[in-house]
């Protein structure tokens, strides 16, 4: 079974803070997404990688960026916390084409005060 | 924009009957997916339908795929309390790389 693993449930962080979300996968999947989750608004691409140090943005970029330094790896940067990227963030990855069934992580609470 | 929008927005039946929902996107589409979302949890895919396909079995799950309607619907046959979740429909609209998710529809199963 695929399995994608985020590196926290629960994080509460402070506004401007700098914070780091870890995602790793473990079957050799090419792609991987990171997407927001809010109510009322389903989810939402912000960025994905097609391959190691590849990204492209997605849907709702700003505010974030994305490091893909290892194939199994990808990391969500908020370089500068604020209140309104308190939300759900969910990881995914698909085996050779981003059109392929994606899996998804646990997911991510992000809560900014 | 949301290329795919579920509806009802919210269902509730009993256990045992089954439960239907629809999925109407905008855009030409290469293939339509749907995943099922426990409470605060990831989304877990369940099947996927190409374009070029009308109808799709997995276990008490039979989705249909209307290109002329541009519509999809979850048929959830049998219904347990376990099924209680949010599904979502996903597609891929021609030529472009990722998958639109829509709203998802809040399935709760009653006792």
């Known amino acids: 079974d695929v399995k994608v693993t985020q590196s926290s449930r629960y994080l509460v962080k402070r506004t401007g803070e700098k914070v780091f979300l870890e995602c790793v996968q473990d079957?050799?999947?090419?792609?991987m997404f990171w997407y927001r989750q809010d109510p009322g608004l389903g989810l939402r691409l912000i960025y994905f990688s097609y391959d190691v140090k590849m990204k492209e943005k997605g849907d709702i970029p700003e505010g974030y960026s994305v490091s893909r330094e290892k194939k199994e790896r990808f990391s969500l940067i908020l370089e500068s916390a604020s209140t309104n990227q308190t939300s759900m963030y969910l990881c995914?990855?698909?085996?050779?084409?981003?059109?392929?069934?994606?899996?998804f992580g646990p997911g991510t609470r992000l809560t900014v005060l | 924009s949301q290329q795919g929008e579920e509806d009802p927005q919210a269902l509730s039946i009993q256990e045992g009957e089954n439960a239907t929902m629809n999925c109407s996107y905008k855009?030409?589409?290469?293939?339509l997916q749907w995943y099922r979302q426990n409470s605060g949890r990831g989304l877990v895919h369940l099947i996927l339908?190409?374009?070029?396909?009308r109808e799709k079995h997995s276990g008490r799950l039979r989705v249909t795929l209307d290109t002329s309607k541009k519509s999809s619907s979850l048929l959830i046959t049998a219904s347990r309390a376990a099924d209680t979740a949010s599904y979502f429909c996903a597609s891929i609209i021609q030529g472009a790389q990722k998958l639109v998710f829509g709203q998802g529809t809040r399935l709760t199963i009653n006792p």
């Open positions: 079957m050799d999947h090419e792609n």
């Open positions: 855009t030409s589409i290469n293939n």
């Open positions: 339908i190409r374009s070029n396909e």
């Open positions: 995914a990855s698909s085996l050779y084409s981003t059109r392929d069934t994606q899996y």
